[in-house]
């Protein structure tokens, strides 16, 4: 019955946000270890989608709505304003096949997901590039005007950027109003910070920090696969990522990790 529902529910909606709420309280991380940071993307949005699909049968006011909302109630967990100040809220963004736009989207949804007024830092992943297309500060600015224009508006408090070499990362700064304050370095592609990197670094109190996430974390055939094996027989290829948030919330003065989640958005292309 809730497979069924989820479906129809489903093949007529246009957008698709899905929250996976807390995975440290509801068992996503538990049972394995992921190898990858993709495997862990993947296992925890088809463990949602299989979740909340089982439990559509039981709310018979679930509406056809354009705008789904794919959540698991008991692990969304909202932060406690008398511990606000306590907490550090941090968020990567990764634009998958949308545009700038979607930027403020994802943000609003992570404000709204964690019952924040804002967050504390949100580092962005170079949006996926067109063939023969190479990574310049043009590509980058609309995206970077999109987060200038969040902290303005005091819905973010710093923003970073993600795997920018000392040139594009120099370049950026010289031409942002809001300067980046960090920049992840991918530890695949080097064991060693480059020097000239980290000189520039330090000469203009940027933050260099390392990760291990693919250039993709989410790709559309990922997506539709985990689609289709939580909601069978269904048109998974007609669905397509926007954006992929991942946060994390942690207590300041102790560096433990209280809260992480992912926060997407996809659309259907009915052809």
């Not at 963004?93 to 994802?106: C, E, H, K």
Request: hydrophobic share 40%; aromatic share 6%.
């Amino acid at each position: 019955m809730g497979t069924e529902r989820a479906r129809a529910l489903l093949e007529r909606a246009g957008t698709l946000t899905l929250q996976t709420g807390n995975l440290l309280n509801w068992g996503c991380l538990r049972k394995k270890c992921p190898a990858t940071p993709g495997e862990e993307v993947r296992d925890c949005i088809q463990k949602t989608l299989t979740e909340w699909s089982s439990k559509i049968g039981q709310d018979l006011n679930q509406e056809i709505l354009e705008v789904l909302e794919c959540t698991v109630a008991q692990a969304i967990e909202k932060i406690n304003p008398e511990e606000r100040d306590e907490l550090k809220v941090s968020a990567k963004l990764f634009i998958v096949g949308s545009n700038s736009s979607s930027i403020r989207d994802a943000v609003d949804l992570a404000c709204s997901a964690l019952g924040v007024a804002q967050l504390d830092s949100v580092i962005i992943a170079p949006p996926p590039l067109d063939d023969g297309t190479t990574l310049s500060l043009e590509y980058l600015q609309p995206y970077w005007q999109e987060l200038e224009n969040l902290v303005q508006n005091k819905k973010i408090v710093a923003i970073g950027t993600s795997d920018l070499d000392k040139t594009l990362l120099e370049q950026l700064y010289l031409w942002a109003q809001v300067k980046p304050s960090s920049n992840q370095v991918n530890l695949a592609s080097c064991c060693v910070m480059p020097p000239d990197l980290t000189a520039f670094a330090k000469q203009f109190d940027i933050q260099l920090l390392t990760h291990n996430d693919p250039k993709e974390l989410l790709c559309e055939a990922s997506f539709q696969e985990a689609l289709q094996e939580s909601i069978q027989n269904m048109k998974a290829h007609e669905w397509i990522p926007l954006w992929l948030l991942r946060y994390s919330v942690i207590v300041k003065s102790r560096g433990i990790i209280k809260s992480k989640g992912y926060i997407m958005q996809a659309k259907r292309n009915a052809s």
